[in-house]
């Protein structure tokens, strides 16, 4: 089973400001295989981001993604304050299975 | 409009069975892989099975230990889950969640609420 391991836990910072979020894998993903998805508190988890770096519909472009190999990144460039929540980043190339998550606050 | 509906979350008891359900509507379920996902009180998600469209392919997370069951009835558009011998670390909300072109999960409901406690 592939163990992806996020960091940091959490990331204090505020409206205006770059959130860089870290996804480490225990193996090799395939870049078409590795997505990002918000969880805002009570809400369904969204999609964000997939195959590595294809914003999903509707999602803006200060949301981006990068990575190959075990290290992946997803890039905030300006936080507004709705993107204060909780971050997965997840595998589907070899089953499934998603990081433990980053939370931004502010 | 693409909407996922779970239900038949509840309080069930240590050793006890549930089946949960989603209705689909808005897209071709039958030309989808389905997911379910769990997530405990305070804590991160889990994937827990995922079904190939015709249902050749199913694919369950190792923890689970063959006491889950996925299936689908595609002419209905809905997706199952069969849980037996739960235990309160089952305890949480469950998702289904439709999943895309390389497997990405596209579409979620708003998830059903399971509580295992004697």
């Known amino acids: 089973e592939i163990v992806l391991t996020q960091s940091p836990g959490t990331l204090s910072l505020s409206p205006g400001e770059r959130a860089t979020l870290s996804c480490r894998a225990s193996?090799?993903?395939?870049?078409?295989?590795l997505g990002w998805y918000q969880q805002r508190p009570g809400q369904a988890p969204r999609l964000l981001i997939f195959?590595?770096?294809t914003r999903a519909t509707g999602i803006p472009d200060r949301f981006s993604g990068s990575g190959s190999g075990t290290d992946f990144t997803l890039t905030i460039s300006r936080l507004e304050p709705e993107d204060f929540a909780v971050y997965y980043c997840?595998?589907?190339?070899?089953?499934?299975?998603f990081g433990g998550g980053t939370k931004v606050e502010i | 409009e693409v909407q996922l509906v779970e239900s038949g979350g509840r309080l069930v008891k240590p050793g006890g069975s549930l089946r949960l359900s989603c209705a689909v509507s808005?897209?071709?379920?039958?030309?989808?892989?389905m997911n379910w996902v769990r997530q405990a009180p305070g804590k991160g998600l889990e994937w827990v099975a995922a079904?190939?469209?015709?249902?050749?392919?199913?694919y369950y997370a190792d923890s689970l230990k063959g006491r889950f069951t996925i299936s689908r009835d595609n002419a209905k558009s809905v997706l199952f889950l069969d849980m037996n011998s739960l235990r309160a670390e089952d305890t949480g909300v469950y998702y289904c969640?439709?999943?895309?072109?390389?497997?990405?999960?596209?579409?979620w409901g708003q998830g059903t609420l399971v509580i295992v406690s004697s």
């Open positions: 997840q595998q589907y190339g070899s089953s499934a299975t």
């Open positions: 079904i190939s469209s015709s249902s050749s392919y199913i």
């Open positions: 969640a439709r999943g895309d072109d390389y497997g990405e999960m596209d579409s």
């Open positions: 808005g897209f071709k379920f039958r030309s989808y892989v």
């Open positions: 193996q090799s993903v395939g870049s078409s295989y």
């Open positions: 195959a590595t770096s």
